[in-house]
Nanobody, 121 residues
Framework: VQLQASGGGLVQPGGSLRLSCAAS????????LGWFRQAPGKEREFVTI???????YYADSVKGRFTISRDNAKSTVYLQMNSLKPEDTAVYSC????????????????WGKGTQVTVSS
């Protein structure tokens, strides 16, 4: 499975961005998908995941501001980020795994190259 993230950029505090992650997987709908982020000098952290069945989970820091969704017909997972804060600045990476436990633990088998999100005035 190959993953390609896009949509990052520079945005002012309070602004919005939508990240996309296109996957090459014949059984895309079977995969659990997630977004993780890594800020400079910090460890990678969980942001959100969406299960193959559609259930979603969010880190407390983004709950109510970020929304993950998936389009199985397009083999793409999205991350809508609203009310962005400077502390959201990080490289955002998408990940996929058939096993939700691996994905949730940050040990997914498949990772895409990250996309930079910078929130600054």
């Amino acid at each position: 499975v190959q993953l390609q993230a896009s949509g990052g950029g520079l945005v002012q505090p309070g602004g919005s961005l939508r990240l996309s992650c296109a996957a090459s997987a014949r059984t895309f709908s079977s995969y659990n998908l997630g977004w993780f982020r890594q800020a400079p000098g910090k460890e990678r952290e969980f942001v959100t995941i969406i299960m193959s069945g559609g259930s979603t989970y969010y880190a407390d820091s983004v709950k109510g501001r970020f929304t993950i969704s998936r389009d199985n017909a397009k083999s793409t997972v999205y991350l809508q980020m609203n009310s962005l804060k400077p502390e959201d600045t990080a490289v955002y990476s998408c990940a996929a795994d058939l096993r939700s436990t691996l994905l949730a633990g940050g040990r997914a088998n498949y990772w895409g190259k990250g996309t930079q999100v910078t929130v600054s005035s």
